[in-house]
């Protein structure tokens, strides 16, 4: 048994890691699809949208975590590229000298303060104007005057002549203006302070020209999530601090369409096909992502899908299969995990139990065939003993009557008798042989027919008496010339029964002759009919040599004899009580005996009373 479930369960598992591996395939071509999907969406989307644009909408949106786009012009890409480390020198005015002076040297903030505003007046250009305020601004703060400070920053922030002035460096002075501002408003409620913040907030996540220099951005990002605890998360600054760390990382090498290390512990990088764009993503979002293609399979359902980046062991249980994730993912692995520790050897089980109770009905089916043909032969054997049996027993009861009537008619033929007395007797003992003869032709007649269910009754509503009268009347002379006492009462003006009152009189005339053939020393025979709940009784009772409670169970059956020798002396063949039973059964009552051996017997016919 435990090799055949050995057998069974290496079967099973077979088919389940063949399915599974089919799965697996699938899944695979799925992801491969995906990855392949995502570098075309790349250059399409930096196609369409520009490098800045495309790289808050991928990265804002999740489909990578980072991006870094080249303009195959070589022109802007996204992030842009570093700002100059030193300032470009600009051409200074004598009163930004001044401003510059009284800041510096003599450190006479709010005179320091109005050069500046004059400088800023003066000043030959609107990024030279715009910076002279920002310094206008720092010394207001640096003298103590906070609000003129955050006025002076508001003015620049508000004048639409400021929206595109930069420093010497490339970067924005109304951002950072609005900073500063922000930074001296950190613990105010002055509602200025909101304006300020959704306005910069907006314009860090605007992705737009003109376009904020990435490392401004995301130093503004960064500061502006120290001071403002109520500004909302910028999803795009991850994005760019990992563009940023990319960037500083050269040369930067990545194979179209597929996914391979980024050169950063834990980052993966996809290149789009015409290599203008790459896109990195952190290993926990290739694992989620794969996780989630794998496991929305119908057919991976039941299992545990882990991803494996390369070089990663399964923790836990033992992998019940793994397989490469992908052609587009060198390397990484997909292992599969089945909730049941050993679900094969329950599979197993469960295949053996269905082997077994398939043979076991099959033996039970073959059981039963062969007791239904065993049952079929037996019938037939016993129907061949009974059609044996009733040719014997045909053959030698005609033969007794016969051959009696032959001896007497040759006795008279040939004139040995002593006188006339003498012949009389002869002819009544031929008639009453003759009689005999009829009744065992009529037995075996019925019998013949019975068995063949060849009997029809022609029913119609009998009364009890007419049925008793007819049957006695033609015994009567016999008994009582044999001496016997014949005590009918057949109670007139009973109800009716439904019956063929030819069967119903042999019935009454059977049950007679064996009350005359076993009647013994007794000559005593009472004929009663009656009414009992809703049966009407006929019985014939008589005092003969009665029958055994054993043999009593068994004379209804065909061709039994309690004592062979003696009925067969009296005449008998054994079929007189079966065809008895037959009828009676037909009409739908029953027959009874009660019996005393010595003492006699006692038969009852019980018939179902005519309903009406
Ligand atoms: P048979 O033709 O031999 O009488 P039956 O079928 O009529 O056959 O009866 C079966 C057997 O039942 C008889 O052989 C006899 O032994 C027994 N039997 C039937 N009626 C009586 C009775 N009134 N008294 C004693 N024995 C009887």
Redesign the pocket.
């Known amino acids: 048994m435990n090799v055949a479930i050995r057998n069974v369960r290496l079967a099973v598992q077979q088919k389940v890691a063949d399915a599974y591996r089919g799965a697996l395939a699938e899944a695979a071509a799925e992801v491969d699809d995906r990855w392949e999907g995502l570098a075309a969406a790349l250059a399409q989307s930096v196609a369409d949208a520009g490098p800045a644009r495309s790289f808050a909408d991928l990265v804002g949106s999740g489909a990578c975590d980072s991006l870094i786009t080249y303009d195959p012009a070589k022109q802007a890409g996204y992030p842009t590229p570093p700002l100059p480390a030193t300032p470009v020198q600009a051409a200074k005015t004598d009163e930004w000298n001044r401003a510059e002076h009284l800041e510096n040297d003599l450190r006479g903030f709010p005179a320091a303060a109005r050069a500046y505003a004059e400088a800023a007046r003066l000043a030959p250009g609107k990024d030279l104007a715009a910076l002279a305020l920002l310094a206008q601004a720092r010394c207001q703060a640096r003298a103590g005057d906070g609000d003129g400070a955050v006025t002076t920053l508001m003015r620049i922030a508000a004048d639409p002549a400021y929206a595109d002035t930069r420093d010497q460096q490339g970067r924005f002075i109304v951002p950072a203006a609005q900073l500063r501002a922000l930074e001296l408003l950190r613990d105010s409620d002055r509602p200025e302070r909101k304006d300020i913040l959704e306005a910069l907030a907006r314009r860090l996540t605007d992705y737009g020209e003109p376009l904020l220099p990435s490392s401004q951005r995301v130093f503004l990002m960064r500061r502006l999530q120290e001071i403002a605890p109520d500004c909302p998360p910028f999803p795009t600054l991850a994005g760019e601090e990992l563009a940023a760390e990319c960037l500083a990382r050269s040369p930067l090498s990545a194979t179209p369409s597929a996914l391979t290390p980024a050169g950063i512990e834990g980052v993966w990088q996809l290149a789009s096909p015409d290599g203008h764009a790459v896109a990195f993503f952190r290993q926990q979002s290739v694992v989620r992502e794969s996780e989630r293609l794998l496991s929305a399979r119908a057919a991976l359902a039941q299992v545990t899908v882990t991803v494996l980046p390369p070089g990663r062991a399964l923790a836990g249980r033992p992998a019940f299969l793994t397989a490469p994730l992908g052609s587009r993912l060198a390397g990484w692995q997909v292992a599969l995990q089945l909730p049941d520790p050993d679900p094969f050897a329950a599979a197993a089980r469960r295949q053996v139990a269905a082997y077994v109770w398939t043979g076991f009905l099959v033996i039970v089916v073959i059981a039963l065939a062969a007791l239904l043909a065993a049952r079929y032969l037996l019938g037939q054997v016993r129907l061949a003993r009974l059609k044996n049996d009733f040719l014997a027993t045909v053959s030698h009861e005609l033969k007794t009557p016969l051959s009696s009537m032959r001896v007497l008619v040759d006795t008279l033929l040939d004139g040995h008798y002593r006188d006339q007395q003498q012949a009389v007797e002869y002819l009544q003992l031929l008639a009453k042989e003759n009689l005999r003869l009829s009744r065992l032709i009529d037995?075996f007649l019925t019998f013949s027919r019975m068995e063949r269910n060849k009997v029809a009754f022609d029913c119609q509503p009998l009364r009890p008496d007419e049925i008793v009268n007819e049957a006695v009347e033609s015994v009567r002379d016999r008994f009582e010339s044999a001496g016997f006492k014949l005590d009918v009462e057949p109670s007139p003006g009973l109800p009716t029964v439904n019956g063929d009152r030819d069967a119903l009189v042999t019935v009454m005339l059977?049950?007679l002759?064996?009350?005359y053939?076993?009647?013994g020393a007794g000559k005593r025979v009472r004929v009663r009919a009656y009414g009992q709940d809703r049966n009407m009784c006929l019985e014939?009772q008589?005092n003969?040599?009665?029958?055994s409670r054993r043999?009593a169970r068994k004379?209804?059956d065909r061709f039994?004899?309690?004592?062979?020798s003696?009925?067969?002396n009296?005449?008998?063949?054994?079929?007189?009580?079966?065809?008895?039973k037959f009828i009676i059964s037909a009409h739908g009552g029953t027959v009874q005996v009660k019996?005393q051996p010595g003492k006699?017997?006692t038969?009852t016919v019980l018939l179902p009373v005519e309903k009406g």
């Not at 009296?570 to 008895?580: D, F, H, P, R």
């Open positions: 037995n059977n049950l002759d064996n009350a053939k076993y009647s014939v008589d003969g040599i009665g029958i043999a004379i209804f039994y004899q309690v004592d062979r003696l009925s067969r009296a005449g008998g063949c054994g079929l007189g009580l079966s065809i008895v019996s006699g017997s038969f």
